[in-house]
């Protein structure tokens, strides 16, 4: 961490900021120049608040040189975390396909979807039964009766369920859910994140729309910081000022945040662009990128329900998707 | 609101669709044009999603003509909402002052803070007991303790107090505190403002980093569907890509919302900026953009203190600024 | 295109309007709802100007319907646009590699690079001669004398050339020029775009930094309006608050505007991560996006050697990617 | 500016790139941390190029201390510059109102608006000739024309006139214009930039859509660096998410450029906002902000034109923002 001084600190003022560094258990490098005094503190800054620095008279600014993250960081974790759902693995070079309709609508519906996706090669099925909507007045989800929904296909077809949570408080809803899915717009939701810290779930953290790859980190460091360090992370896209697709898909943060961290990495194309066209480029070149999975809504029927979304492919298309998307997997492993 | 349709739609599809929109309560008007088939439908469209009908194989886009909030609108709320403090009133003309330190950090910090606001002319006295952090190293907050020192100081002082939810499980410890504030990072935690949608607490609702106004106005209409319409919405910045200031304080939305909406609008220039010395120019650039009221962070001693911010002013440069603010409240009234 | 006339415009004041409208060629459908006036206008409304209507008294919004680009239009020219640069095609199932240094620096080092990418499978060679820096006290290219060292290299190599146009008064010195590129700084330089609209040379568009696809397309649509429709439109990171990546590379983008226009759309992952070991897995993806070539920043020695870029790659690099490009494209050609 | 080496660098190679910093003057500190070492490099730093360093094997992340603009930075020139247009000074506690149309019409349009914005307390005029507009379909002003008109309005009204260049082509015609205005997409138009950089004229640099303070300084850089130091900055609004608003007006540059330079900073609230409705609150707010000019669009009737903005306000609206845009002066420089 670097802290530069104003011009014309005093002598006094600053052995005072470098005692309180050492009282921190840091050590402290002067650089005297022209214009201004520069310090480097040596040791570990994660637990130094930069807001409180920054706030100093006598500092101009402070950046930090090692990233704040320290349980998700790479450099004293250098072998992948491999999460590991009944048996289906993600991370660590493998791959696993999370399929399903955006929300469980009906036991025939989330059955069908689930066969349909189980036969085309997903192994872990998605579902929303706690839906975050911008309005009141949309859908919200069928909430319990839509996880009994969920657990009722899974004993069906052995398939391991992901689906969201919202509240904290439904958390005895999720017990027999395998992995419990932290939406973008809950992704600093920190006493959520506490609570998830204390159990013994895989948790799906998604990237907030407006967040940094720095802020993702930090907030599976808030689950890892309880005790729990089974996250798999998500890119699904972030809020720029094209309008032609929903969100902008960063798939560069694949690659980028595989290096800053341990933890696997997926992405979910289906949210990120909004249109079922657009999901099968995506999901290539996410597998092209080298994500650890992907997470894909798949409708049985999207074009006579007036109830799905233009983000959702069939079956079939979902068959197409990851068959290309096996190749692709080839490809980069050679 | 208005639909396109795809070319080569059937008239089969098309009738289908209407009949769909008909059940719905809606009236439809065709425009056939050579490329494209345009349906505008008439009625009450805040019911309907747009995800879901943007879905359809047979519809190319769909765009809303009228806002999708309605509670909040104020089409059908013509007169200023006028937010009662205990005497203190926010919207229609008046205009409050919030200040107080970033964090409660003690019985003397708090109190010293409230009485030095409060001659500098604050009404309420604002806090932070539970603090949403990035990082799970940094200081929480005094919690549930920080809740009793504001409630000493509103005591001794008279002020009536301001200070932020996390969790709507500690909602009981909220029973004598005046306004609840939802920081940024819960503005769309849909579950939080449902539950203080069924409370008679006036609601202080921040825009989140990166939403829209839409969608903070949305944000309001989950609460007002709870039957809560005491709202007072705070414009703090949203994220850009600029770096020299935190984040960008959006202050044309404060006459845009004001126009939108009959919500009164404050603003919190000491979040935005992220630095003291921008505090001043801020307020009083949003008082003369017509907020009703700023929401200011002072710090008794930020100078000497290691712990606090660098975006806190002391109580005289607070008083220096109220006393502007109100000459400037003067020029646009007149 | 929609307009939608505020509450309470007198009849005549909408009759003018219409008249206005139909003095266009356009036709008229009016839709009356409770609160609002809708007109649909049908016809040819590319040449009518959005801003304009906007700022009319009576109009609360107006939105259209059909994109406002011609030319570049899909719908209007469904086939593919083939490029042809001395026999290597790009577009319409065509893909092509453009590799080079960033800097045209010496004639050893554009031969040597010029002569490894062609090995590696590059068929056109790109450097920088004209660099547009953000600083005026960095490099700004050896201008002329680095077309001459490209000229060289085309000559000995038979590879044609690919380099930025900085200021129309320099055409002179593109006369052997293959194909022009202009920058993302300039995409909106429009007295330069229509410059080219004049020339027969091809083009290739980089998209702004902060321009949106409709932006890029407008801006097709300036150097087309000159006559000239030979243009390649390159994707290649747009700005966003993320900073760990210079640019957030939009690879939904490729599928997007392929969707749009029938012109070829390549990316160049160099300049999106300014990353060099970000490169091979944002070629990988953009090719299984569906891109129509890769343009790749290689140097022959970025480990010693001072001044070159974080972003490029060694020729070795570089055969490892194209043959793995390759290998998705066969994938997404199946 | 510090340079964080990566884990695992050899002395060999730390000696190499020490040797090479101190071969371009610069002084060098070494601090070696358990994980990393981190080099402070004290000297003139402006002229090393931040992307080169990042391109070393063996640097980790480069990090600039001090800023990279050195005539345009207030640190090296602490007092205000104050720009004389022939005799309206601006800067150093000087405001003016640049006020006129968006576009030059015709003859009694551009002497109306000027002698209306006179009367109301302009006394600069504005009016543009060249027009860039995004679609080539859109009208690009009179020219030349343009020019002429504007000449004339200002020998009858003695006001100087503000016109924007888009070709440096085309200089000559701007012979008699007093202050060059470039415009927000040409404010990386670097060739430009540097041919202004040449001319004795005083400039009205635009910040960018989507261009940091410091690119705009940088910009103002390439002007200076050419000689000419009679430079104006002008915040005009930012590309963001929002929709309601055309752009955001970023008021927190005014303090924040303010406190970095020693150019004059005006505000544009017409472009930024897009609505006349807007224009008001806006230019009040920039003015308490501490701008130290406005420049508003005012057209002599645009309820009644067709073909005018909808970000125009009239001369009777003007002149009541420009009362109280004086009274808020008042307030601040008390």
């Known amino acids: ?41 040596i040791g570990d800054t994660s637990k130094v608040d930069i807001d409180l620095l920054n706030g100093l008279e006598i ?10 993250f320290k349980s998700a960081n790479r450099k004293f974790h250098p072998d992948d975390t491999i999460i590991d759902v009944s048996g289906y693995k993600i991370g660590g070079g493998n791959f696993q396909f999370i399929a399903g309709p955006c929300s469980v609508e009906n036991h025939d519906q989330i059955l069908e979807v689930a066969q349909g996706v189980k036969n085309a090669g997903a192994n872990l099925l998605r579902g929303g039964a706690f839906k975050p909507r911008t309005s009141p007045y949309d859908f919200q989800g069928l909430k319990g009766e839509g996880i009994e929904l ?51 779930k895989v948790i799906l953290l998604k990237r907030g729309l407006a967040n940094t790859m720095k802020e993702l980190l930090m907030s599976a ?11 798999i992370l998500c890119e699904r896209g972030i809020r720029t000022f094209e309008t032609y697709t ?36 995506m999901a290539m070149a996410a597998a092209a990128a080298g994500a ?43």
Not at 221 to 231: L, T, V
Not at 300 to 307: E, I, V, W
């Open 59 to 68: 500092i101009e600014s402070v950046k930090r040189i090692s990233d704040p």
């Open 150 to 200: 969920l657990l009722e296909a899974k004993q069906k077809t052995g398939m391991p369920i992901v689906t969201e949570i919202m509240n904290i408080n439904n958390l005895d809803l999720y017990e027999q859910v395998d992995v419990i899915q932290v939406g973008a717009r809950n992704m600093q939701n920190f006493d959520l994140l506490k609570e998830l810290g204390h159990t013994g």
């Open 1 to 41: 961490m670097i802290a530069v001084l104003k011009p014309g600190v005093s002598k006094q003022q600053m052995e005072n900021l470098i005692m309180w560094f050492k009282g921190r258990g840091l050590d402290v490098h002067i650089s005297e120049g022209k214009y201004q005094t520069v310090l480097g503190l």
């Open 292 to 334: 650890d999975g992907l997470m894909i809504e798949v409708h049985n029927d999207p074009k006579n329900a007036l109830c799905d979304g233009a983000q959702s492919v069939t079956p079939q298309e979902f068959a197409d998707i990851a068959n290309r998307v096996r190749k692709i997997r080839e490809v980069i492993q050679q």
């Open 246 to 281: 929903r969100n902008t898909l960063d798939l560069a943060a694949v690659p980028m945040l595989k290096e800053l961290t341990h933890l696997p990495v997926i992405v979910d194309p289906s949210h990120a662009t909004g249109m079922a066209r657009l999901v099968k480029p």
């Open 221 to 231: 460091e808030y689950i890892m910081a309880g005790g729990n360090e089974q996250i």
